[in-house]
């Protein structure tokens, strides 16, 4: 599948409107129909072959996620890299394949001087990406899009941030604590706002507000970690987890416990190091 047939698929128009048309295009970006799934022969082996919409997930060369052996990350020039997101009250969805939260336009994410908006994040356990090779338990991804003049969806940026237990964590519970327990189920619960900024680990600052202890990340170029698999990601790992409690991991996988796609081959591309200062 070439860049145009895939920005073709990508399409869509949003131009005056809310981001609403671009996350269920998200959702269905492909064009392709066909059912997947995590296990069996719906599962990740055979993404490629279920769909001819489908085929990169199967020959792509550039796929998502991937293991990051941050001793073989290379330090970037400091990049144009910055979070601004913006609080509402989150409809929280079960789409049968995950928990998400979809976003009112508002919360951009600037990168490499271009700004992308925040269209959507959703969760998957256990985590996708690996740091030498260590699984964590989950991963959250936000997933930004760079759009054009018409709306159409050119490119995408999304943050992944991997989550171990630990502590309590009170953003998350805004979420965890509501899920729909059905497939297709939504819950906007009364009195909850959220800002997607809160649940990203920042830099450690010390009493002053000087940073004593940066926030490393890793860029690399990328796909979709789902059926169509399209190579259009610039993703953005954050090196420091964010942590749950056992509690809230036990309470997301009563729900889902292996929504993540293994680790797909580097094919020779490069992960470059930075970090938030
Ligand atoms: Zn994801």
């Known amino acids: 599948m070439d860049r145009r047939t895939l920005l073709k698929y990508l399409s869509i128009g949003v131009a005056g409107t809310s981001l609403t048309t671009a996350v269920q295009s998200l959702a269905s970006a492909s064009g392709g129909t066909a059912a997947w799934g995590y296990t069996g022969t719906t599962g990740p082996s055979n993404w490629g072959s279920l769909d001819p919409a489908y085929a990169v997930c199967g020959t792509g060369t550039r796929q998502s996620p991937i293991n990051v052996n941050t001793t073989q990350a290379i330090d970037a020039t400091p990049t144009d890299f910055e979070v601004n997101y913006q609080s509402f ?33 959703h969760f998957h356990a256990p985590a996708e990406h690996t740091k030498n090779t260590q699984l964590f338990p989950m991963e959250v991804h936000f997933v930004n899009a760079l759009l054009d003049a018409a709306g159409n969806i050119v490119e995408l940026a999304v943050i992944g941030v991997f989550m171990e237990v630990g502590s309590y964590n009170a953003q998350i519970n805004k979420i965890f604590n509501n899920m729909p327990t059905t497939s297709g189920g939504t819950n906007s619960p009364s009195g909850v706002s959220i800002n997607p900024e809160d649940i990203l680990p920042k830099p450690k600052l010390d009493v002053l507000g000087l940073i004593t202890e940066p926030l490393k990340y890793y860029r690399y170029n990328g796909s979709l970690t789902t059926p169509p698999c399209s190579e259009i990601v610039n993703w953005i790992l954050y090196d420091r987890p964010i942590k749950i409690s056992q509690a809230q991991l036990d309470q997301f996988e009563a729900l889902y416990d292996n929504i993540a796609r293994p680790v797909q081959s580097l094919e020779g591309r490069f992960v470059l190091e930075d970090k938030l200062t």
Not at 98 to 105: A, E, F, K, L, N
């Open 89 to 121: 009250s989150p409809t929280i969805k079960n789409t049968g394949k995950t928990i998400q939260v979809d976003c009112p336009s508002g919360s951009t994410l600037d990168l490499d001087g271009k700004t992308f908006n925040l269209l959507q994040f």
